[in-house]
C-alpha cells in the first residue's frame, strides 16, 4: 500500500517510510559546508549547466553580490575551479569559463561507464543490507514520483541511488572518482531525468543493477551499471536531435 502526504512528502510502502526532504544529494567533502565551498558548489554547477558561455569572464565583485559573499570566498573557488580545468586565470586580466566540450562530455561518460561498471562488481561483494534497501527505496521512490510528474525528486533520487552505490563499492579511490565524474554529469542528468518516458528508461536501469547486485550477480551488475551509463549519453543525444 502506498500513502503520500503531500505537506511532509512522506512515501510509505512496505512497511517503511521515507521523508523526501531529508533525501541528501551533496557529493561535497566537509568542505561542502565552508562559504568558499558553497561558492564553489554554486559556480560549478552553473558553468556545467550551461549558465556561462564559454570564455565568459568571470567577476568577483558581481559573483559576490549574487551570492551575498565577499570577494575572498569567490576568488578562492574561482582558483579551485582553474584546478578542474573549468575556469582559466589570466594574470592582472581575470577568470574565464573554459567549460566542457561536447567531446569531453563523450569521454567522461566513456570512462564513467567503464568505472561504474567497477564500483557495482565490487559492490556485489562489499554492499550491506542496509545500502541494498536504500537503493531499493531509490529505485521505488523514484517510480512514484516519476509517474506524478515530480522531476525534481527524480533527480534528488538518482543522486541518492549512485551515491549508495559508490559508497558501497568498499573503495575511497574509486568512490571520489565517481562522485567527480558524476557532477560533470548534471547536465545531461537532469535532461534524460526531465521527461518521463526517458526517466522510466533511467529507472528501469537502477532496478536491473540493484536485483544484480542483491543476487551477487557480479557479470550481470557490471554490465548492466556499464550500459546504463552509455544508455545516459545516448538518450542525451536523442533529446538534443528532437530539438533541432
Known amino acids: 500500500m502506498i500513502q503520500v502526504l503531500e505537506n511532509s512528502m512522506i512515501v510509505a510502502h512496505g512497511g517503511f517510510e521515507v521523508k523526501m526532504d531529508s533525501i541528501d544529494n551533496s557529493y561535497e567533502l566537509a568542505d561542502n559546508y565552508s562559504l568558499r565551498g558553497r561558492v564553489f558548489g554554486k559556480l560549478r554547477e552553473d558553468i556545467?549547466?550551461?549558465?556561462?558561455?564559454?570564455?565568459?569572464?568571470?567577476?568577483?565583485?558581481?559573483?559576490g553580490k549574487e551570492l551575498g559573499v565577499s570577494r575572498t570566498p569567490v576568488r578562492e573557488a574561482l582558483r579551485q575551479l582553474e584546478l578542474e580545468g573549468l575556469v582559466t586565470i589570466i594574470p592582472n586580466k581575470?577568470?574565464?569559463?573554459t567549460g566542457i566540450s561536447d567531446k569531453d562530455v563523450n569521454d567522461i561518460f566513456m570512462i564513467r561507464s567503464y568505472l561504474e561498471g567497477l564500483c557495482a562488481a565490487w559492490?556485489?561483494?562489499?554492499?550491506t543490507e542496509e545500502q541494498l534497501e536504500e537503493m531499493e527505496e531509490s529505485v521505488f521512490l523514484a517510480e512514484f514520483h516519476a509517474k506524478k510528474g515530480h522531476f525534481e525528486q527524480v533527480v534528488e533520487l538518482d543522486n541518492k541511488f549512485h551515491k549508495t552505490l559508490y559508497h558501497a563499492c568498499g573503495s575511497r579511490v574509486l568512490s571520489k572518482l565517481l562522485v567527480d565524474y558524476h557532477?560533470?554529469?548534471?547536465?545531461?542528468?537532469?535532461?534524460?531525468?526531465?521527461e518521463e518516458k526517458r526517466a522510466k528508461h533511467s529507472i528501469l536501469e537502477h532496478k536491473r543493477?540493484?536485483?544484480?547486485?542483491?543476487?551477487?550477480?557480479?557479470?550481470?551488475?557490471e554490465e548492466y551499471?556499464?550500459?546504463?551509463?552509455?544508455?545516459?549519453?545516448?538518450?542525451?543525444?536523442?533529446?538534443?536531435?528532437?530539438?533541432?
Not at 123 to 127: Q, Y
Not at 183 to 194: E, G, P, W
Open 94 to 97: 581575470g577568470a574565464y569559463v
Open 48 to 63: 556545467l549547466l550551461g549558465k556561462y558561455k564559454d570564455m565568459e569572464e568571470l567577476k568577483e565583485v558581481v559573483i
Open 225 to 244: 551499471a556499464h550500459d546504463h551509463i552509455m544508455e545516459s549519453i545516448n538518450r542525451m543525444h536523442l533529446a538534443e536531435a528532437e530539438e533541432e
Open 183 to 194: 557532477h560533470y554529469a548534471q547536465k545531461v542528468r537532469k535532461v534524460n531525468l526531465s
Open 123 to 127: 559492490a556485489c561483494e562489499h554492499i
Open 209 to 221: 543493477i540493484v536485483e544484480a547486485i542483491r543476487n551477487k550477480n557480479v557479470k550481470a551488475a
